[in-house]
């Protein structure tokens, strides 16, 4: 099984300013912390500063988008190679970057399949609307995603050394209103069924699978317990570095038993 992953996504929150003196408290709280992967994303303007309060720890630092060229005239975007060698992470298909700016699973997968090209690890976020969920729809229309997100991803082995693919309802994003372990769980499940069907099952399991939405020192036990899930992405809770440094600590924890896959 990987290593867990928990990913704090800031979203637009934190000035400059504030966004190096949460990164230094996690620091403090996280550093060195065994068994567990973790990464921040701040915007972009405080990327450089976050970068360096990190140096030297065991804290990663993640983007929250990134267009696929390498430079050009595309006016308020960031490239690739701009966050290559400050960004270990990148977050990719965000339903926020999805239904509020537009992006297609096209898009998507240009971003994923150039991540990938320059050494930056995506998170490829997936997940279904509330009416969609409500029709029975979910798990068509996660499939559909993820494999057009996914199209020609793959290294010369066939395997797709890098990836973490994120399960975020939309309708749990923000809401208060979490997945129940159980859906969290049977999603990650079927993530984890068409990866093997791409990549073989030794390339599925090498893949980590977050839940995101609502995500709560309270609640992360109950999802990080469940076979497939290997870890969280966090919004919200991720600006407060308590709740944070304790949704890491009990992911290391609870990862940490014995976990059989079930599919
Ligand atoms: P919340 O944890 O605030 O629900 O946000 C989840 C999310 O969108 C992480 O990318």
């Known amino acids: 099984m990987p290593t867990p992953l928990v990913a704090g996504n800031w979203k637009m929150n934190t000035t400059v300013t504030e966004a190096e003196a ?37 804290l990663k630092v993640g983007a929250q988008n990134m267009h696929h060229e390498d430079k050009g005239a595309f006016t308020g975007e ?37 991540a990938l090209e320059v050494g930056v690890r995506p998170i490829l976020c997936v997940g279904e609307r509330l009416e969609e969920r409500q029709q029975g729809r979910e798990e068509a229309v996660v499939s559909q995603s993820l494999s057009a997100c ?15 693919v994120a399960d975020e309802p939309v309708w749990a994003i923000g809401t208060g209103l979490a997945a129940t372990s159980e859906q969290a769980q049977a999603m990650s499940a079927l993530i984890r069924r068409l990866l093997a069907d791409r990549y073989g099952r030794q390339g599925a399991e090498a893949v980590p699978v977050l839940y995101g939405g609502s995500v709560t020192p309270a609640n992360v ?13 966090v919004g919200g809770a991720s600006l407060d570095a308590q709740q944070f440094a304790e949704i890491v600590r009990i992911t290391a924890k609870t990862r940490s038993s014995p976990l059989v896959r079930l599919g």
Do not use: W
Not at 22 to 42: F, K, N
Not at 84 to 112: A, P, W, Y
Not at 222 to 231: A, K, L, M
């Open 22 to 58: 949460l990164a230094a408290s996690l620091r403090r709280e996280l550093d060195g912390l065994p068994g567990v992967e973790v990464a921040l994303c701040p915007p972009f303007v405080s990327l450089e500063r976050v970068a360096r309060a990190l140096e030297g720890s065991s």
């Open 78 to 114: 960031v490239s690739p190679t701009m966050l290559q060698g400050m960004c270990q992470i990148v977050i990719l298909g965000h339903s926020e970057r999805r239904n509020l700016f537009g992006e297609t699973d096209e898009l998507v997968n240009r971003k994923v399949r150039k």
């Open 150 to 164: 996914l199209d020609g991803v793959a290294s010369p082995d066939g395997l797709p050394h890098g990836m973490v």
């Open 221 to 233: 036990a109950e999802f990080v317990s469940q076979p497939d899930i290997d870890g969280a992405l």
